[in-house]
């Protein structure tokens, strides 16, 4: 697995070009877990240049670099390819007890950009994603289909989607399959 | 497909959810001065109500955090969920 991501292939290639309207890798990115109380919301503001999201479900987030609200204490945080956060962060929170950990190969992105994302995206995903009930700026953990994502709407037809790369493949056909209801 | 009300995330769907048990069952400070009858108490013995029953639930698929239940073992109907630290709620509350 190591030397697959090491010469820069993504899970999409084997699908030999498989694909519909809207649906794109997403670019190459750094991203870290991040965990900790509310000792660690003023140091990693300051680091992050935003402050981290406290409210449920939410991302905030600059140009550059988003933070994704997971759990009361856990944060996914994204940032552009080679923009490491992990030294700087561990300088700035010091002593105060949390945890850095990068797991920018463990996943991938992906973006649903159609004007009938959400319906697409209801095939598989029990959640409602009205936009009153999931609007931009909302992101979550959740079931699609058998694997787990994190949903994140930053349009209100856009969905950036981050998901384990082995089932990267999985989803990207079932997303497919989907999206053919609707063609 | 049961809706479960997560109190970290909100109403959630049930797949994004898994057991954990019965609630409120504290350790024993002093687990080596327990004798059998006492351990076996605290390890396998439940209350295994008809009706409410407060348990253990975690949000596995969404903020991951446990959190408590209680829960209608005979309708399966959720009355109320709070998190995990907090007293079970009043039942005359509960159903007011």
């Known amino acids: 697995m190591s030397d697959v991501i090491a010469a ?10 498989l694909s519909m309207p809207g649906l794109s890798a997403a670019p190459d990115r750094t991203r870290y877990i991040l965990r900790g109380r509310a000792g660690i919301l003023a140091p990693v503001a300051e680091v992050l240049g935003f ?10 987030g600059s140009d550059q670099r988003h933070a994704l609200w997971l759990g009361p ?17 561990a300088f700035a929170i010091g002593d105060v007890a949390h945890s850095v950990v990068e797991v920018s190969h ?34 979550t953990r959740t079931m699609f289909a058998k694997t787990e994502i994190v949903l994140w709407r930053t349009g209100e037809n856009v969905f950036q989607i981050e ?21 | ?15 994004e959810f898994a057991h954990g048990g019965e609630a409120h069952i504290a350790r024993p ?8 009858e ?27 955090r446990f959190f408590n239940a209680l829960r209608d073992t005979t309708t399966d109907q959720f009355v109320a969920t709070y998190r995990t630290g907090e007293p079970r709620p009043d039942l005359a509350a509960v159903k007011a």
């Not at chain 1, 402050?51 to 939410?58: G, I, K, Q, S």
């Not at chain 2, 008809?50 to 903020?63: S, T, V």
């Open chain 1, 51 to 60: 402050a981290l999201p406290t409210d449920a479900c939410r991302a905030t």
């Open chain 2, 29 to 36: 400070q002093d687990p080596s001065s327990l004798g059998v």
């Open chain 1, 8 to 17: 820069g292939r993504t899970p999409f290639e084997a699908l030999n070009g």
């Open chain 2, 1 to 15: 497909m049961l809706v479960i009300t997560c109190p970290y995330c909100g109403p959630r769907p049930e797949i």
């Open chain 2, 38 to 64: 006492d351990w076996t108490e605290f390890l396998y013995m439940r209350a295994n109500p008809k009706g409410l029953h407060a348990e253990r639930w975690r949000h596995l698929h969404g903020c991951a």
């Open chain 1, 106 to 139: 463990r996943q991938v992105g992906i973006v649903l950009d159609r004007p009938d994302a959400a319906a697409v995206l209801s095939v598989g995903c029990a959640l409602d994603l009205d936009l009153a009930a999931f609007p931009v700026g909302m992101c």
């Open chain 1, 73 to 89: 204490d856990e944060w996914l945080l994204l940032s552009p390819a080679g923009d490491r956060l992990d030294k700087a962060l």
């Open chain 1, 163 to 183: 998901v384990w790369r082995s089932f990267a493949d999985y989803l990207w056909r079932y997303l497919v399959l989907a999206g053919a209801e609707f063609a």
